[in-house]
């Protein structure tokens, strides 16, 4: 399997702009996340979906992120408008339930630079 | 909500020394989970540990859950360059359908030829 996909791995975007990320879930996994990590956070998850419907948004820091998942390989997650403390690496992993415990694995991330 | 503690917050070892790491969590955890990032890249699970007291090892990797449920340990022995990364477990409840994890803040590891 080719893992799961994300791109563009580095962004480089001017405060104000629209950001959209991409992610394709390795196939078959029925679960897939958001995750932000900055060096004063940590990793920090923002959103989840479950066969493609969004299960609990409340790590969205606000308005200006949102995230789709239009079928089980292609999920977005876009900020608009973006603004610098939004620079960070953010990460997509999937998970297959029934498999052993949900183990979620991980894209390579976008790197994120919002000048 | 759950907390995970983990420490140290990095370490600066040299090549061929052992290395230990924990976390400690607040709360009780089914499945205790550890991944490595390495640098540019996402986290790759190393091992998943599933019981109480069950020690697992993956080459010079060996990672315990401990018995109370609310911590894990992680050692490497032998440490070589390769080892650099970032280190992270991840604990998770696995009750009712909930399979989300919580991530440790990590523990950085920098190895000395």
């Known amino acids: 399997d080719a893992g799961v996909i994300q791109s563009p791995r580095h962004e480089v975007t001017e405060m104000g702009q629209e950001v959209t990320l991409r992610c394709k879930p390795i196939s078959g996994h029925d679960y897939l996340f958001w995750y932000r990590q900055t060096m004063m956070r940590g990793l920090e998850l923002l959103i989840y979906f479950n066969n493609n419907v969004p299960i609990d948004d409340s790590g969205m820091p606000e308005d200006r992120f949102s995230a789709k998942m239009p079928n089980a390989s292609f999920s977005t997650l876009k900020i608009q408008p973006s603004e610098p403390r939004d620079s960070a690496v953010y990460f997509c992993a999937s998970s297959r339930t029934g498999t052993v415990k949900n183990i979620q694995y991980f894209g390579a991330g976008t790197r994120l630079s919002v000048l | ?113």
């Not at chain 2, 020690?55 to 440490?79: E, V, W």
């Open chain 2, 1 to 113: 909500g759950q907390q995970l503690n983990q420490s140290p917050q990095s370490m600066f070892i040299q090549e061929g020394e052992d290395v230990s790491m924990n976390c400690t969590s607040s709360s009780i955890f089914n499945t205790w989970l550890w991944y490595k990032q390495e640098p540019g890249e996402g986290p790759v699970l190393l091992i998943a540990l599933y019981k109480a007291g069950e020690l697992t090892s993956n080459g010079r990797l060996t990672a315990q859950f401990g018995i109370t449920r609310k911590d894990s340990f992680l050692n490497i022995s032998a440490s070589i360059p390769s080892d650099v990364g970032i280190y992270f477990c991840a604990g998770q409840m696995g009750t009712g359908g909930s399979y989300i994890p919580t991530f440790g803040r990590g523990t950085s590891l920098i190895v000395h030829p």
